[in-house]
């Protein structure tokens, strides 16, 4: 209003521009912040690579970091089958108790899960609701990103989770979870390469 007295106009401008510039760095220290968990969930990873030769304890151990470290509040872990027709849930860790039992199997080509298999490649839908090949496993599920773990060029299973935000990924998470699903290929497989050493040893 013109009888504000004189000056208020210009103070209240710069505070204005404090609360943004307090802002800016707020959001920045959270991104910095979230950036150092990340790489540090990496880093672990790898060295567990190398310490855990059970691949369930592997699988179950990565879906509990994963939680852990981005907060998404769902991480599964499906692997195919040997007859190599669905795609069974190994892994999962989560804010719920389990996953809808008639969901713990997934057919190839069904929902992203099984599109990710069959494609080889990532995918991120940050509002499920657009997406017709959404499988509901939760009600709250806003987004969903699914990443192929590949074995010896072969995709042997998929890393997916789940955000109950809307455009809940960032370009960051899905280089670190393509990252991670690397790993746990070269953990999968070194489990299996031991698992094989031993066999042939107790025989």
């Given at each position: ?118 494609t080889?490649?990532?995918?991120v ?17 806003k ?32 280089l ?18 031991f698992?094989?050493v031993k ?5």
């Amino acid at each position: 209003p013109a009888s504000l007295p004189a000056g208020v106009e210009a103070a209240v401008r710069t505070a204005a521009f404090l609360a943004a510039a307090t802002f800016r760095l707020l959001l920045s220290l959270e991104t910095e912040t979230r950036r150092n968990r990340q790489l540090l969930l990496v880093s672990d990873l790898g060295r567990k690579v190398n310490s855990i030769l059970n691949d369930e304890l592997l699988l179950r151990q990565a879906a509990v970091d994963i939680h852990r470290t981005f907060g998404f509040h769902n991480v599964m872990i499906f692997m195919v089958d040997e007859e190599r027709s669905s795609l069974e849930l190994r892994a999962q860790a989560s804010r719920y108790a389990s996953p809808i039992q008639a969901h713990e199997r997934v057919q190839i080509g069904e929902g992203i899960i099984g599109q990710v298999y069959q494609t080889g490649r990532t995918e991120v839908i940050q509002d499920v609701s657009r997406a017709p090949s959404f499988v509901r496993w939760y009600a709250d599920t806003k987004s969903e990103m699914a990443v192929p773990i590949q074995i010896g060029g072969v995709i042997e299973g998929v890393l997916n989770v789940e955000s109950d935000v809307v455009g809940g990924f960032t370009p960051s998470d899905r280089l670190v979870l393509e990252t991670v699903a690397n790993q746990l290929a070269i953990a999968i497989e070194n489990a299996r390469l031991f698992g094989m050493v031993k066999e042939r040893e107790d025989r």
